[in-house]
């Protein structure tokens, strides 16, 4: 069985503790409005242009047979393009990317495992991330399975957009979740994120109850979820949990801007939440009991 990849990122010191490597997965359920992954949306392969790197040397268009690049790299016709990756094999500038590789859990594992002794001298391991890995249900349950015979540290970082019996197979062998949580509002969920919330909140809490470590990621987006009382809706949330979990900040930002353009999609956003606007949340989530990252 062949899962969709788009990154294998070694040596992550941010998604999970120790050194790690992060696998990149292909698809997602949500539409965030401030997404900074958009090349991980489409359960399908995707062709990036880099406008900025083009050389003009029109290697790309010679090796397109369906006519997609006929005016240019630039002026990519998606509606012709088969995501043969020919293009982005003969660009001598990196100008062009396949964003997708399909790769077996054992490719996956021989990658990740040649960085095995990082992970065994700082407690690390293995994180599958994305887009949503329990989109490729199948072949993440495979790949952890796999990482788990040779030993390995695994966490999900997950939106929880999933049946509870796919999360609960999925949560036996993983060791750890980074659980992404945006807002409690269910008005608010369905407007940012285009899903009601009902099912992530629902799998949270039995996720917390089955006894699984779990730290919350609650991204802060200026003029979406940035608000006291979103602020304080979430701590309750968490709070009424067992065991408390942790919470993590993640201040929004703008490095996946220039993802959109290359990929031919539209970017809404504007704001940038200032430093100093987590820094009050993290105070404010502090004097309510809560431990923060
Ligand atoms: S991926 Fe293939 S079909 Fe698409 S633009 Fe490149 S060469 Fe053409
Ligand atoms: S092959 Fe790469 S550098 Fe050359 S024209 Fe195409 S995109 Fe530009």
Redesign the pocket.
Same mark, same amino acid.
């Given at each position: 069985m062949n899962g969709l990849i788009f990154d294998i990122q070694r040596f992550s010191i941010h998604d999970g503790p120790g050194i790690r490597t992060t696998v990149f997965m292909k698809g997602c359920p949500l539409r965030c409005a401030w997404c900074h992954n958009p090349e991980s949306i489409s359960d399908e392969p995707q &062709?990036a242009v880099y406008r900025h790197k083009c050389i003009g040397c029109g290697e790309?268009r010679s090796?397109?047979?369906?006519g997609? $690049?006929a005016d240019g790299p630039e002026f &990519?016709d998606r509606s012709?393009?088969?995501?043969?990756?020919?293009?982005?094999e003969i660009c001598p500038n990196e100008a062009?990317k $396949?964003i997708g590789l399909s790769m077996t859990a054992a490719e996956v594992v021989d990658t990740v495992m040649r960085d095995a002794i990082y992970y065994e001298t700082s407690g690390g391991g293995v994180t599958l991330s994305g887009g949503e890995p329990l989109r490729q249900y199948e072949f993440s349950l495979a790949l952890l399975g796999e990482l788990k015979k040779h030993g390995l540290y695994t966490a999900v970082e997950t939106c929880g957009a999933c049946s509870w019996e796919k999360l609960e197979a999925i949560a036996n062998l993983t060791d750890l979740f980074l659980y992404d949580l945006k807002m409690i509002d269910p008005a608010g969920h369905l407007r940012f994120c285009g899903a009601d919330n009902s099912l992530i909140l629902d799998n949270a809490r039995r996720l917390a109850a089955h006894g699984s470590d779990i730290i919350f990621r609650v991204p802060v987006i200026p003029g979406c979820n940035d608000s006291p009382n979103d602020i304080i809706a979430i701590a309750d949330f968490i709070i009424s949990l067992p065991n408390t979990p942790l919470i993590e900040l993640m201040p929004y930002h703008r490095i996946g801007r220039g993802k959109y353009e290359a990929l031919g999609m539209r970017f809404d956003l504007t704001e940038t939440c200032e430093p100093e606007n987590v820094d009050s949340i993290k105070e404010r989530l502090r004097e309510m009991g809560m431990e923060v990252i």
């Amino acid at each position: 069985m062949n899962g969709l990849i788009f990154d294998i990122q070694r040596f992550s010191i941010h998604d999970g503790p120790g050194i790690r490597t992060t696998v990149f997965m292909k698809g997602c359920p949500l539409r965030c409005a401030w997404c900074h992954n958009p090349e991980s949306i489409s359960d399908e392969p995707q &062709i990036a242009v880099y406008r900025h790197k083009c050389i003009g040397c029109g290697e790309c268009r010679s090796v397109c047979s369906t006519g997609a $690049l006929a005016d240019g790299p630039e002026f &990519i016709d998606r509606s012709k393009c088969r995501t043969c990756g020919k293009c982005a094999e003969i660009c001598p500038n990196e100008a062009i990317k $396949l964003i997708g590789l399909s790769m077996t859990a054992a490719e996956v594992v021989d990658t990740v495992m040649r960085d095995a002794i990082y992970y065994e001298t700082s407690g690390g391991g293995v994180t599958l991330s994305g887009g949503e890995p329990l989109r490729q249900y199948e072949f993440s349950l495979a790949l952890l399975g796999e990482l788990k015979k040779h030993g390995l540290y695994t966490a999900v970082e997950t939106c929880g957009a999933c049946s509870w019996e796919k999360l609960e197979a999925i949560a036996n062998l993983t060791d750890l979740f980074l659980y992404d949580l945006k807002m409690i509002d269910p008005a608010g969920h369905l407007r940012f994120c285009g899903a009601d919330n009902s099912l992530i909140l629902d799998n949270a809490r039995r996720l917390a109850a089955h006894g699984s470590d779990i730290i919350f990621r609650v991204p802060v987006i200026p003029g979406c979820n940035d608000s006291p009382n979103d602020i304080i809706a979430i701590a309750d949330f968490i709070i009424s949990l067992p065991n408390t979990p942790l919470i993590e900040l993640m201040p929004y930002h703008r490095i996946g801007r220039g993802k959109y353009e290359a990929l031919g999609m539209r970017f809404d956003l504007t704001e940038t939440c200032e430093p100093e606007n987590v820094d009050s949340i993290k105070e404010r989530l502090r004097e309510m009991g809560m431990e923060v990252i």
